[in-house]
């Protein structure tokens, strides 16, 4: 068998990758921990409502909605965002910053909100997104050209669009711990791109140079792929799922194999099969140089492979680690090969012999099936259907949360100072499930922690604290946690989670064959199997999928149709499940498609040979009144038909007539001739007084009212002239109008009255007159007019009545033609005057037709008569009404500054106006004062009181030691020495009695006489100078304020 290569080199790359994978420590960035609201307005992606929630990482039939890369992480919310967190020192969070060992808490990839995310899946140190219309946007490390956009090199800090050959759509993301990258896409082809220095990506080329033989044939030299390019899968095949490990990548076919390629380290490409030594680098297999380049089925050949009926096991989903693979059988079996150094296989130990690790079956939970399984670096988890999350392998930060109730919660993974290594948590060399694994729908396997998604679709995380991975709280720890811990995401904001079973029938993916439902023109005829429809029926699009009989007017004669084909016009099916359609005999057509029987000729229609989509309707002159006829009936004489499609004939109807069969018209009668009945021959001759203008008639017309006819025959009548007229139908004459009467025109039937306003004083007249100005005529019939009489006046011809002259105007005389309005400085208030009046004083006119004379408004005044405005009041004067003929003077008390006022303003306190007809107040003097308004005269402040400003409106009360014995002051005396004053308001200072005395001014009271002399008593000199001055101050600011 192939043998595991064991040399210094192996050693040395499996612990490199375990040290950097597990104690890579991050500084902390302090502003780079803030978490980013979901935007209002981002657009959202609508709840699944599932019946299955989960997710099958990698496979083609499943959206993956949570990934974890190397000690980072990323999810899809149920708005279509996507949020990221853990290391971002090279962009891989997608928020736009990077930095040596950075890290980052829960945050918004805000470049993709409103693209409608649908999957993400995190790699090595770079990240990709999914969108609903199968873009992929990439960012994070590109040294490789794992981001697809074309270029290799750097780091892309926000995300940019892998460039796919055009019209290729994306269906589903590779998920593991990878430098490259693949996509699925919606026709099962596989696209890869990125690391490919050990043919990882799988196209045949190796971007390395490799001895002296085999020389880097990448363009530019580069160690990647810089976008994603075909895959070649063996003909036939399509990919269901894929998944990009270390250096090594594998995919499962639509023929139920898996392969892989890439370097064959530990067997993880070849499963120990035997295989030919590589071509480019002459190793053998199983071997870290035994390259791979391009896909290769797993055939699980080795004679040490102890799996029973391998040959026809069949793979429905592929994960990768680092340096092992595995699968999931379509029975729910795992099988796992490659190395198994940290017990990652889960075969119950971690023996990794110096043969190949062959294919073995995974050791789950007895009686369970696995659902979905994901793997890492050296480490995996398990869905299964009864218990839930199972994880085994490496468990150096607890990452398989493996926590019973009586191990230790917390993992130590540092050792003490200089110290490495797991302390307390050893590895898992079976599935062992996860504390609380059975609340969860999907579970994730990461390189230093694990998540789970539970019912809620709320995110749980367990293993290394040292990345922000488990709670967002903890970094740069040295341990991890067995216990799953709840992540907070932003806000309310939940992950979204796929529906295993999206088409409904009951079967999950990755198991079901049909996951999107039967194609079309298939039916589901058992439980996960698909047939094509027979001819004459069609499979429905859709659950269930079933098989349905062609109905009639349909038909169709191949299998695997979606539908049945309409019967065309013309044609017709009757019966259900037909194969073909028949056609329509004679005498019967059928316009439309999809009929089950073709119709009848409809009366006035036929049709005469089969096969027709119409009906001919029968011509004009002929008719049929039947269905289903092939021939139309002439017209009978003294009938007609005048239209097609008719199914009768119509008799010739009166003022006409007809002797000819199949006519299409009858004969009208001539003008002056008339028929009366149906069917006529012969025409009617009109008698006088009578006429007929038109052909056709049905009778004869007698002349009209102010018309008459003088002769037979007539096709005509004669109108009366003007000046006659006739109210009588059928006469010969016309008779002559009265005076006061006339008509105009020519057809009169009565002799029109003169109306009020007009006359006529003679007969036959063909109008009337009109009364002149000055004049008018209120009766009809009239024969003369009448003249205005004194006070009206009629300006126009043609009145019925005079006008009374309005107010504020005047007339003269009789048969007056204009009134005239009243001059300025006149007025008139009545109607039909002859004469205006004067404009009285207090009040004015500004115009000529004044109806009333206008009174002074308050503040204004005029003492004349015949005036045409009022005067203004003076100032310190005023006017109270209107109408006045004079101004008042202020009175004592008020003041008035302006003219044309209607009253005075009263004096403001503080103030006073002591005379009469004032322009201004006056303020009170210091001393003085006035709490009052309008008033003519300020108050002496009191004795005891002072007023030390002016306009003041109270006084002052003089402070305890001070008095005042005047009224009328502005100040208030300090007490004498040897004096006091102990009350406010004081009138006179008091003598300090015997025995006492104050040596200073301004005082509340005396003081006892100091036996030694001194100034004050028990005070010394500086004491007593201090009082001093702080009296004299506190005296000296309340005169000045």
Not at 431 to 449: L, R, S, W
């Amino acid at each position: 068998m192939p043998h595991m290569a064991k040399g210094p080199w192996t050693g040395i790359l499996l612990a490199t990758l375990m040290v950097f994978f597990s104690t890579h420590s991050l500084l902390v960035e302090s502003e780079s921990q803030t978490e980013t609201e979901f935007p209002s307005n981002e657009i959202r992606m609508e709840s699944i409502s599932s019946n299955s929630p989960g997710q099958v990482l990698g496979h083609i039939d499943t959206h993956d909605t949570l990934s974890i890369g190397r000690q980072f992480a990323c999810a899809v919310t149920e708005n279509s965002s996507v949020v990221c967190w853990g290391r971002t020192d090279y962009g891989q969070t997608g928020i736009g910053i990077s930095g040596s060992e950075v890290y980052h808490n829960m945050t918004y990839v805000d470049a993709l909100n409103g693209m409608g995310i649908v999957e993400v899946s995190a790699h090595l140190d770079h990240a990709c997104g999914l969108t609903s219309q199968g873009a992929v946007y990439c960012w994070g490390s590109n040294v490789e050209g794992q981001i697809g956009n074309g270029q290799i090199g750097g780091n892309v800090l926000v995300p940019a669009q892998a460039i796919f050959p055009q019209g290729v759509v994306a269906k589903s993301l590779s998920q593991g711990p990878s430098a490259h990258t693949c996509a699925i896409s919606t026709d099962g082809d596989l696209y890869c791109w990125g690391g490919n220095s050990k043919g990882q990506v799988g196209n045949g080329q190796v971007c390395a140079n490799i001895g002296t033989t085999y020389y880097n044939p990448c363009s530019g030299g580069v160690s990647g792929i810089p976008a994603p390019e075909l895959i070649a899968m063996p003909t036939g095949v399509t990919v269901t799922s894929v998944s990009v490990g270390g250096e090594h990548t594998c995919a499962t076919g639509s023929d139920g194999g898996v392969y892989c390629w890439g370097s064959d380290m530990n067997c993880r490409v070849t499963g120990g099969d035997s295989v030919a030594d590589s071509p480019i680098t002459g190793q053998s297999g199983c071997m870290y140089w035994h390259i791979q380049p391009s896909p290769r089925k797993l055939t699980m050949s080795n004679t040490e492979v102890t799996i029973p009926d391998s040959a026809n096991i069949s793979f429905v989903q592929t994960v990768t680690g680092w340096v092992f693979s595995c699968a999931m059988t379509d029975s729910g079996a795992g099988i796992c090969w490659g190395a198994n150094t940290e017990s990652q296989q889960g075969i119950g130990n971690n023996s990794n012999g110096a043969w190949a690790v062959v294919p073995t079956l995974i050791q789950g939970p007895s009686g369970e099936s696995m659902t979905s399984i994901s793997a890492t670096t050296a480490q995996a988890c398990a869905m299964y259907d009864l218990t839930g999350a199972h994880c085994w392998g490496d468990n150096w930060g607890g990452n398989t949360g493996d926590y019973n109730g009586s191990n230790d919660v917390i993992c130590n993974y540092f050792g003490g100072i200089g110290g490495g290594g797991n302390q307390n948590c050893l590895d898992r060399a079976a599935p062992h499930q996860v504390h609380t694994g059975g609340n969860y729908t999907a579970v994730v396997m990461g390189a230093a922690n694990a998540c789970g998604l539970d019912s809620s679709n709320d995110i749980h995380c367990w293993g290394a604290y040292a990345w922000n991975n488990v709670n967002q709280t903890q970094h740069q720890v040295f341990w991890g946690t067995r216990v799953p811990e709840l992540m907070q995401l932003p806000g309310t904001v939940k992950i979204a989670v796929d529906d295993l079973d999206s088409d409904n029938d009951g079967i999950n993916a990755p198991f079901d064959l049909w996951a999107e439902g039967c194609p079309s023109g298939w039916y589901q005829d058992a439980p996960n199997s698909c047939q094509e429809s027979p001819p004459g029926h069609y499979a429905e699009e859709g659950l269930p999928w079933n098989l349905v009989m062609c109905e009639s007017g349909t038909y169709q004669p191949n299998v695997g149709q979606a539908s049945c084909i309409d019967s065309i016009p013309g044609y017709h099916v009757p019966n259900e499940g037909a194969l073909s359609q028949t056609i329509c005999p004679a005498g019967s057509y059928q316009p439309n498609a999809g009929s089950q029987a073709c119709l009848l000729a409809d009366p006035g229609h036929m049709v005469e040979t089969p096969g027709k989509t119409f009906q001919s309707a029968c011509t004009v002159g002929r008719y049929s009144s039947t269905s289903g006829a092939t021939a139309c009936l002439r017209a009978s004489p003294g009938y007609y038909v005048d239209t097609a499609s008719a199914t009768g004939q119509t008799p010739c109807p009166p003022g006409r007539y007809s002797s000819n069969e199949g006519s299409v018209s009858c004969s009208s009668t001539s003008p002056g001739q008339y028929t009366s009945v149906n069917a006529s021959t012969h025409p009617e001759i009109c008698e006088p007084g009578s006429y007929q203008p038109d052909s056709a008639g049905t009778s004869c017309i007698l002349s009209p009212a102010g018309f008459y006819v003088s002769s037979a025959g007539s096709t005509s009548f004669q109108p009366c002239l003007s000046g006659k007229y006739q109210p009588l139908e059928g006469s010969t004459g016309c008779e002559m109008t009265q005076p006061g009467y006339y008509t105009s025109g020519v057809g009169s039937v009565d002799a029109i009255a003169c109306e009020p306003g007009t006359y006529q004083p003679n007969s036959g007249a063909d109008m009337c007159l009109s009364a002149i100005p000055g004049t008018y005529v209120s009766n009809e019939a009239a024969v003369e007019y009448a003249t205005c009489a004194t006070g009206t006046f009629q300006p126009n011809a043609g009145s019925s009545e005079c006008l009374v002259v309005d107010a504020g105007h005047y007339a003269t005389g009789e048969g007056a033609q204009n009134q005239i309005p009243c001059p300025v400085t006149t007025y008139q208030p009545l109607t039909g005057q002859t004469s205006c009046n004067d404009v009285e004083a207090g009040h004015y006119t500004s115009s000529t037709g004044s109806s009333n004379q206008a009174p002074c408004e308050p503040g204004t005044y005029q003492p004349m008569a015949k005036s045409t405005s009022c005067r203004d009041s003076p100032a310190g004067h005023f006017v109270p009404d209107s109408a006045s003929t004079a101004f008042v003077a202020c009175p004592v008390g008020t003041y008035q500054p302006i003219s044309a006022s209607s009253s005075c303003l009263q004096a403001d306190e503080g103030h006073f106006v002591d005379s009469s007809s004032q322009l201004s107040q006056t303020a009170c003097q210091k001393g003085t004062y006035q709490p009052n308004l309008g008033s003519s005269e300020c108050l002496l402040a009191d004795p005891g009181h002072f007023v030390d400003t002016t306009a003041a409106t109270e006084q002052t009360v003089c402070p305890a030691g001070t008095y005042q014995s005047r009224e009328g002051q502005s100040s208030c005396t300090f007490t004498s020495t040897d004096f006091f004053s102990s009350e406010p308001g004081s009138v006179d200072q008091t003598p300090c009695p015997a025995g006492q005395h104050q040596p200073l001014t301004s005082q509340t009271e005396c003081v006892d006489k100091p036996d030694d002399g001194g100034l004050l008593p028990g005070f010394g000199f500086y004491a007593a100078m201090v009082a001093l001055l702080t009296a004299a101050i506190g005296i000296r600011s309340k005169q000045e304020s």
